[in-house]
């Protein structure tokens, strides 16, 4: 099943984020810090499947879910809906920061690689996730969730 164990992940998660942010721009003092939480905030939500606490600082998102047309921008309600008949059928095994990238000053991606088994089999699938961040007032919200096989 999973080849790494927790604290091996947690230091390359650590690893990733601090190549990243050293090689930024915007330095850990000018927001990556905050970034760095608010993806990691985002990432033990989606691991609990507490879309509620994902979806919290978002005012809208959109949506790229396999089985589901791209959306356009929604409110949180609409978009947690529709992320929680993806999820609802799946245990989560892994969700594991890949890298994270700003696009500029004040967006950035996180890209997230997911195993999960679907409920009542054994069988391991994976997928990427993608979380688009948008920094406003300071505070980095989740604006875009896309999700590719």
């Known amino acids: 099943m999973r080849s790494t164990g ?29 970034l760095e939480r608010a993806v990691e905030k985002a990432r033990l939500a989606w691991l609990a499947h507490d879309l509620g606490e994902l979806l919290a600082t978002s005012d809208t998102v959109r949506l ?26 799946a245990q989560e095994v892994g969700f594991d920061l890949v890298r994270i990238r700003r696009l500029a000053e004040d967006h950035a991606y996180a890209e997230l ?32 969730v896309r999700i590719t096989p």
Do not use: N
Not at 7 to 34: E, I, K, M
Not at 114 to 126: A, D, H, I, N, P
């Open 6 to 34: 927790g604290a091996v992940t947690r230091v390359l998660t650590f690893l990733t984020v601090w190549l990243v942010c050293a090689g930024s721009p915007v330095g850990a003092q000018d927001g990556g810090d905050r």
């Open 64 to 89: 790229q879910v396999p089985g589901i047309v791209a959306s356009a921008s929604m409110k949180p309600g609409q978009a947690g809906a529709l992320l929680q008949s993806h999820l609802k059928a």
């Open 113 to 144: 690689a997911r195993s999960y088994l679907v409920k009542g089999t054994l069988e391991e699938l994976g997928e990427r996730v993608f979380f688009g961040f948008r920094e406003v007032e300071g505070t980095w919200r989740l604006r875009e």
